[in-house]
Each structure stands twice: as C-alpha cells, then as structure tokens.
C-alpha cells in the first residue's frame, strides 16, 4: 500500500476524532434540557409562610440552587436541569426542618413542590446572639432573654426599648416620662453602683456604644446666666435606631454571658441585632405605616375655682387669727395688714357662690390631643454571592403637652458579599436626623417647670386675656401672699428650645476562612454624633430667678454643640471543629481597641433688642464655655465553647481590658468567666415522656463598670484668681489644683453566680426557665473625707460593696394549635439590693433631692437598699390640744397641725426621728402577654406590673401642703376644721404660714408606686394573597393601643417616673414629669 495513501487516511481519522471530540459534547450540551420549578409552602393551618429557605440539591450531580419563599409562601427555580433526581430542603426559624426527595424532572413545566412545615417544639435550635458570635440555644450555659422581631411589631413607640416592657424576666423597663424622644431607663438585676454609671451596655450590629450621649446633648440641668434651668430629662440617644430595623434583641444578664464585654458590662449587655438581606428569590419590598393619636393618659385631681376659693380664704384666716388672736374673719385687709393674711378680692364672687365665673383647669389647657405617624419602606433580597437590606424611615411625634414634638428621618444600609469561597465583606449604613422641640417639664415651678407651674396655679385666673392674648401677668397674685409663677400655656409655647441631633452609625468588616473552620475577622465601626442646641427666652415672660420681676423683661439665650466621635477596631479569630462528631469545639480570640473623643461649646447671651431676632448674633455674650474630653480602651479576650454529644456543655472566657480612665497603678483589669450546662432531656437513660426538654446551667463570673468621669484618677487643674503685687495688687487669672490624683483608683467589680433550669413539657406546649443569681459588686466608688491638710475636703476612692439577688421564672405556653390559636407569655422576678460596705466607718450617704432643691432627701446605709428615701414617719394630725398634750411635738404645735412619729422614743421630734421610709427597689416585677389568631385574625393583649416599690412624690410639698398659696389636690378637700369636724384625719389645717415643719421630707410624700398596666393590645386581619392575584405578596391592616391604662394607687401621673433616672443615690422622686400619653393608632404591614 503506498505510504502516502495510509498517512493520508490516517490523518483523515485523526480529523475525524477531533471534530468528534469537539462537536459531540457541544451536541450533548445543546440536547441538556432545563425546566422551571414553583411550589407553595405552608405551616400547618395552611397559611402561607413567607421567608423559608428552599434548596434544591441534583443528587446525581451534588449541584445545589437557593431560593425564598415570598409573603404569598411561594418560591421558584426559572432553570433546574432536568433529571435527577432532586431533594428539596425546607429550612425556617420556629419549624422543623422539611424535605420532598425523589423527585425526578422532565421537559416542561413540572407540578407544583409543595409541603407544609410543622411548628417546631423545640427551642433549643433557636440562633441566639452573644458577645462576638451566635450559639444555638441547647449551647447557652449562661442567662440570655432573647426578643425577635415580631415581639417589636405593631406598637406605637419611638424607641424600641419601649416594646421590650413586661416582656423579659429580670429587666424593668421604666419609661420615666413621656416626653416626644424621651429617655427610657433599662435595669438588669437591680443596681450595682452608688456613683458610676448604671445603664446597661448597648451594642448594634458589634458597635458598643458610649454613655457619654445623655451628657452631650446639653438636656439636662442648663442653667444660663439668669439662673433660669431647665431640668427635662435628655433625649434618649437610643430612639435613632427604628424598631421596623431591628431582627433580634438578646440580653445578656449574668456575668458568665456578659463577662466577654469585660469592663463594661456589669449592669448586663443588649445586643441588637438589625435585619440582613436574604439569599434567593425575587427581591422583596415593604412598606409599613401606622398613625393615630396620642391623649393625656391620666389627669391629677385638683380643686376646681369654687373649692379652692374656700381652702384659701380658711389658710389666710388661721393664719391672721393665730397671728392676732383678737382678730376676726371680717376683718378686711387694711386691718389685716400682712399679704398673707389678706383676701384677694378675686375670690369673693366664688366666697359667695356666683356661677358663670372663670374655672380654669389649667391641666386642660397644656396637654392636648396629639397626631403621630411613622412609616417605613425597605428593601430586600440578594443572591448566594451577595445580598441587601435598604430601608427609610419618617417618624412624627406631637407632644401632648403645647410646644413638646420630636421627628426623626433615618436610611439603613446592610450590606453583604461574599468575594470568593473564602472570603466576605460587609458594610452597614445607618444616618439618622433627630429634631426636638423641648420643654421644661420636669423641674420645680421657680425655674420655668411647666408641669409645676401648671399644677399649682390658681383656677381663678384665666389662660387668656380678654383680647385673646396669653395672660402673663404673674396673675396678679403676689400681692396677695400666694407664690408666684408663670402661666404654663405661655411657658410651653413661647420659649423655644430646639435640638437637632445627626448621627451616623457604621460599619464595615471583612471574614476571610483560612483553613476549614477557621476564620479571621477585622471591624471596624464608627459613631459619630453632633448635637445643636438653641434656646430662647422671650421679654413677654416674668422671672422668678434670680429675682421677681414681672414681665416684660430682658430677652435671654444660648447655643450649644457638640460632638461625640466613637470608633472601634476589632479583630478574631474564630475556630470551629468537632474531634469524631461528638467533641464539638469553638474558640474564639480577639483584640480590640477602642477610643472615644467629645467636644462641646456653650455660649450666652442677654440683652437682644427684641423678640423677633433669636441668634445670639444679636445678644450681649455675657459667659461661654469649651471642652474637650476622650477615654479609650484597649483589649484582649478568649472563649472556649466544648459540646460534647449535644448533652454536656462548657465555656469558659477571659476579657482583659486597659482603660485610660483609671489610675496608674490598675489600668488594666481581667474578667473571667466560667459555666456550664447539661441536656438531661439527651441522656439515654430519661425516659420520662411528659418532658420533653430538660437543661440545668450554673455559671460563675466576674464583670467591670468604668463608667467614671474621664479624668477621675488624675490631678486637675481649674481656673483660678490669684492677687499679685504690693497694695491692692492686681488681679490675674492663673489656674490651681482642683482635684488630687489617685493612682490606685479602680475597676469597680461584680462577681456572680447564676444557677439556671429550663423544663420542657409536653412536646414543649409548656416552656419553663428559671433563674437564681446572687451579685456582689466591691470596689464601689465613693466621695470621702480626706485630711484637711491635704487642701480638698473629699477625694474618690473604691470602698463600697452591694450585693443584688433574686429569682426569675419564664413561662411560655401553647394553649392551643388548632385553627383557633392561643399563645400565653408570662414573666416574673424579684431582686433584693443591699448595701454591704460604705468605707472602714460604714458611714451612712445622705443625698440631696429635690433636683438638688432638697436637702438630705434620701439614705444610703449598710443593711439597706441603695437610695432609701429619709425623712420623718408621718402620724396624722394632732385632733386636739389634748392629743398635743399627749404626745411630743413642736412647740408651736396647734390643732390639726402635722403629728411625727417619735421613732428613737427620746420623747422629742428633731432631726434624730428621720428614719428609711421606703424604697423605689419594687419587691417584685411581672409581665404577660396573650396572642390569640383564628384565620386571618389576630389579637394581641400585653400586660405590665411592678409591685412594692414606693415614690418620693415632692408634688405633694405644694399641692398638698394645707398652706393655701397655689391650687391642692383634691384630697385637701378632708382637712381638718374643728377637734369636732377634724376631717379624714391625715390633711392639716390650712394655714398660709408653715407650722409644725410640715414641709420637711416625711413618709407623708411618700407613695405606694406599684402599677398593673394595660401596655398594648392589638388587633389586625391578613389579607389571603390569593385576593390579589399574588401582585401583592402580603397586606395586614391592625389596630393598636399603647399605655391605655393603668390600675395604681399612685396619685401622680406616672408610677413609672423617675426624675434623676441617672442618679443612683437619688431614685423615685417626681417633681412634675411629663405624663405618658395614650396612645391608639391604625397601621399597615404590606410586602410586594
């Protein structure tokens, strides 16, 4: 054969081959089929769930896609191949995991995949966040409260720790005042400190956040060159972050759960975690709105016109006939002669019954009916490499009180991708706009208090003047002996003090996996904050400080910003492996630095030309202030979590933390911790079928509070005047020690032991836990006496010790499952506070109250609560001269004046009789909520209580007081007339001059605080999706009531009120705060 012939064939099948090589997989690729694939999941009632979590796994292949369930519980896969066969996995929170296996594809358009998920029994899988990660539930081995967002849907409030009330066993939650943005107060297991800071640590998305931000915002106690204050309390710096964000809330409240944040975490922790973008499926869009209004939700009894009239024209005749015995009721006021003993003319018409006079409820005329809206639209979705959640929020709050109103307009951006297999990034965005419009609710009546002035002006007098104008004449009353006082309603309305408030808080982070299991991470996050404050008073108002003047007077301001840069800089490493399945580890270590810088300028100014121009531009600067602070942190920190067989649980941490605010000596400070836990429920051996779930935890663990002034270890210098030179010399400005520093000055440290059962019955139809924990915080921080010599009078030290124990039961259940659906929630705790150590003397803390106005008010003492009130134990009135004769008094001592327990029996009352009476620490606190749904409809009904504790109600010093110079509370009414007529026996005679020392602290202003509280009830309706051809993926349409109302004993507005909430030797006093509104509202939830 020719030998060119066979290499031309053979390159003949060569070509041959390669085309076959090359054209066959291409053909083989064309005739590669694909289909779509749809299908509905459900729970068990047949009602759509949204959210699920769809993967659908080629099992030939090992190929897996995502998708989502939209609202309507539908998902779709546009291009599976077809062949098989498939798995579909169903994964969601609160439901067993579901699987539909076997399933083959074919060309075309397959039926629907569909399957209906059972409602898990077991909590034990829930995802609960911690300190730097997330543990399963059966892994927690310390005390950690967990809210999930829907806890925090439908209520009307602008801040979230509002929705939480009544809901977490061992957490009060004290709304303090009502005020459009106001401050809410948050305690975990009592109070650990008697001087540093007592407000739990907030962390959003890994950000830990300053308690510097109350400070900053220039709300509390601004007093300007005219000695006007304003006492309101601060805006809360925590409204910024809009509930509708908000995923997941979880409270870390034993040492061995909060020990991780070190330093920083003795009064417990508070992770939020906001809401991430979701792999799979059609982006999702939402839209939720709600408005209403808002009302008063509880008036304070007082006189009307004509019974006022009465008490005071009876006050004025006790005190002239005890001033002139010889005198007489008929007297007029030249014969009179003293103010106070003189009858305004004024209320002579009501003396004599005259209707159709003015009545003026002054009450009525400061609060109103007030709108509030709010509305949020978000975004959401995303795809296995990269996903989003976006949303806007617009908030609108009228206060209930003329001029009080708070908006906020805020943008989140979470984001989230994932570069490579190994590595993800991610970034969050949250700018926010506050603006509220203050007033002075919240201070005595001398310095422009509103709600004071209010309560204690004459009904007589009228709100308006006959041509319509505000009637700001002091109300013509002074010359009468009454005290004087500004009309509320101009208060409220024509002094403008406007704070803006622009934060933006951040973050953004990169996770890379080294090796399996293994994962590196750096944050870093930032919270800047900038504060502008603008206040004016105008010339139409009187002064009462520093002198009496009636209006007009000279026009006063100020200026106020500040800023507050917060930045943090974190990084771990985090290894997860299992040794033959059963020894699970997780191990966590990290470095941290953070620092913090504020900065802050106030300026005065007096003597603008008129009312009109505002801008300290157009002012006399008479004072300014600057300032500049930082503090910063640097830390290290580890934890070992061990699983062994998902039975026996342990974890042990260590936070090692180096503060810029302590002495040279202690700038670092370690916190271990440790615990356990045991799944008994696991064990081979249980066989008990009424249990389904059975978990005993036990942890030990020591936390740190360095909330102190910045600079409290080191020596200060301050301004000073010196004189220099011969003769009168001349006056220089230099500066001088103001504060000795303490090298030794430390951590003050709480060390607690949390036993722990969590008790399953039924399948987990009933859900138990309970807690005991004992806490002992030492190195309490306290300003005492040092030697003279040293040229200061007292310096601050770590001496004291307090310890907080208590209980707290859980209790969830399932009452029913069928159609009709009944879920019940409930809670109870109680604490005890104890002093255990003040200094090497023990001597007893008196504090002040009063806003400062009220010398020695409270008493803290060994073998006590912190902050016992102090003063007398009120006995009633004296009925007659005999019952005077019968037992120790003042000398002065007439009928029907004030009668002290003589408590030490030395047959005297003085300063020796004051005693502890009574505590704001309640005995015990409980919350309970009911959700019931049939169909499409839901209601929800929310309760709250606290019980036993006791309030310092300095409202009564004035309008209970007997002495006729402002307007009393109703129960003045029963005073004493005659040792026949001697009334309800516990209200004095009225007198206009004090007698008997009946304005001094005593149990008499001290009231019974507890409170069951309707807090929210709710009802809506989901609509079926089917009515909208699924264009609409989900619309719910709800009614809802916030604070409706309350059951107390309480006189005042609000027994959740606190006016130093801040202070911890100084709690439960109200001195006029702003009242809690009642709030009902119509809102709606749509997806799309």
Known sequence: MDFFYIRSLKEKWRSAILFLAFVIPLQLLAQEKHTAVTGTVQNEKQEALPGVSVVAKNETTGATVSAQTNASGTFRFPNLTVGGPYTFQFTSIGYEPGLVAGITLSEGQQSPVSIRLKESTSSLN???????????????????????????????????????????PGVQVLQN?????????????????????????????????????????????????????????SPDPLSTLNSDDIASIDILKDASSAAIYGSRASNGVVLITTKKGKTGGLPSFGYSMYAGFQEVSKKIKLMDAYQWSKFSFDAKNNAYLDSKPTGSITDDNATRGNSNFQIPPEILPYLAGQQGLTNTDWQDALFRTAPIQNHTLSASGGSEKFQYYISGNYLDQQGIILGSGYKRYGLRANLTAELTSRLKIGVTVNPTVDHYDLINSEGPWTFDGILSNALKASPVYPVYNPDGSLATNRQNIWAYGYSGGENPVALATQIKDKLDHVRNLGSAWAEYEIIKGLKFKTFFGT????????????????????????????????????????WLWENTLNYQFDIHGKHKFDVLAGYTSQKNTTKANETYGTGFPNDAVQTLNAATITSGTSTESQWSLLSYLGRVNYNYDDKYFVSASIRSDGSSRFGANNKWGYFPAVSGGWLISNESFFKVKAISELKARVSYGTSGNFQIANYAAYDLLASNGYVLGGGAGTAVNGVGLAQPANPDLTWEKTVQLNAGLDIGLFSNRIYLSADYYRATTSNLLLEVPVALSSGFGKALKNIGKVRNSGVEFGLNTRNFTGPFVWNTSFNISANKNEVLQLGANNAPIISDGGNGTISQLYITKVGSPIGSYYGYVNGGVFKDQAAIDAYPHYASTKPGDRRFVDVNDDKKIDANDRTDIGSYFPKFIWGLSNEFRYKGFDLTIALQAVNGNKIMNLQRRFLYNSEGNANQMIEETGYWKSPTDPGDGNTMRPNRVTTGNSTQPSSFFVEDGSFVRLRNLTIGYTFNQRLFNNKIQGLRVYLSGQNIYTWTDYTGYNPEVNARPDAPLSQGEDYGTYPLPRTFTAGINLSF
């Open 126 to 168: 829930q995802v609960v966040v911690v300190g730097y990660g997330v543990q399963r539930r059966r892994e927690i081995t310390g005390a950690v409260a967990s809210v999930r967002a829907a806890d925090l849907k439908d209520q009307p409030v602008t801040s979230f720790e509002q929705a939480i009330a009544g809901k977490v």
């Open 177 to 233: 005042t009502g005020a459009p943005g106001g401050s809410i107060s948050v305690r975990i297991r009592g109070l650990n400190s008697i001087s540093a800071g007592i407000d739990p640590l907030y962390v959003i998305d890994g950000i830990p956040l300053s308690n510097d931000l109350k400070n900053l915002q220039g709300a509390t106690d601004m007093v300007n060159i005219t000695g006007q204050a304003s006492f309101q309390k």
């Open 527 to 566: 919270d800047i904050n900038h504060f502008s404050r603008n206040y004016f008073r105008p010339s139409t108002l009187g002064s009462y400080k520093p002198i009496q003047q009636a209006a007009p007077t000279i026009p006063k301001g100020s200026a106020q910003t500040a800023l507050s840069v917060n």
